[in-house]
T-cell receptor, first 112, second 110 residues
Framework: DAGVIQSPRHEVTEMGQEVTLRCKPISGHDYLFWYRQTMMRGLELLIYFNNNVPIDDSGMPEDRFSAKMPNASFSTLKIQPSEPRDSAVYFC??????????FGSGTQLSVL | EDQVTQSPEALRLQEGESSSLNCSYTVSGLRGLFWYRQDPGKGPEFLFTLYSAGEEKEKERLKATLTKKESFLHITAPKPEDSATYLCAVQAGSWGKLQFGAGTQVVVTP
């Protein structure tokens, strides 16, 4: 099993640009999570899906952030427009029935 | 408001020097407490889930325990490869939603 796959691994962009992060969960998992990790705030849950349906997006910081899960094999997290304070590592994770989470390797986002 | 607090923030150990990490929590309706290990540049890796007070789980040199207000991760005779950040997380209310602590960074020197 390849595990949770995220792309890109690193993203450097300029303020105001649109950023799209991608995630392929583990096959058969019915929950998908997007987390953000910074030194100051640690790991924060942004949004999670169950069977492709968004369940809780209360952690999404602003309307600039949006997430979609068009099918069981793919999810995106989009930031438009991006700002320097969005710089962080973004993790995608998946699980079966909301139990233990399996994390991807993350996307290191730098907004200049 | 749910809170998860880990201590210490950092721990430096000599190889073979056993120690414990603490995770204290205040949540309503705990469903589970999770321990993860995170290496630099990688995502957190699942270690244990504990569901009820008194429960214990072991894996190699690691042992996790749970009471009604806190959990401990005991590292017995650590090796340099045990160096990592150890994260505690609680699941309360909704299945799936985990709240993480800030982590304890452990460095084990030969």
């Amino acid at each position: 099993d390849a595990g949770v796959i995220q792309s890109p691994r690193h993203e450097v962009t300029e303020m105001g640009q649109e950023v799209t992060l991608r995630c392929k969960p583990i096959s058969g998992h019915d929950y998908l999570f997007w987390y953000r990790q910074t030194m100051m705030r640690g790991l924060e849950l942004l949004i999670y899906f169950n069977n492709n349906v968004p369940i809780d997006d209360s952690g999404m910081p602003e309307d600039r952030f949006s997430a979609k899960m068009p099918n069981a094999s793919f999810s995106t997290l989009k930031i438009q427009p991006s700002e320097p304070r969005d710089s962080a590592v973004y993790f995608c994770a998946s699980s079966i029935q909301g139990d233990k989470l399996f994390f991807g390797s993350g996307t290191q986002l730098s907004v200049l | 408001e749910d809170q998860v607090t880990q201590s210490p923030e950092a721990l430096r150990l000599q190889e073979g020097e056993s120690s414990s990490l603490n995770c204290s929590y205040t949540v309503s309706g705990l469903r589970g407490l999770f321990w993860y290990r995170q290496d630099p540049g990688k995502g957190p890796e699942f270690l244990f889930t504990l569901y009820s007070a008194g429960e214990e789980k072991e894996k190699e040199r690691l042992k996790a325990t749970l009471t009604k207000k806190e959990s401990f991760l005991h590292i017995t005779a650590p090796k340099p490869e045990d160096s990592a950040t150890y994260l505690c997380a609680v699941q309360a209310g909704s299945w799936g939603k985990l709240q993480f602590g800030a982590g304890t960074q452990v460095v084990v020197t030969p």
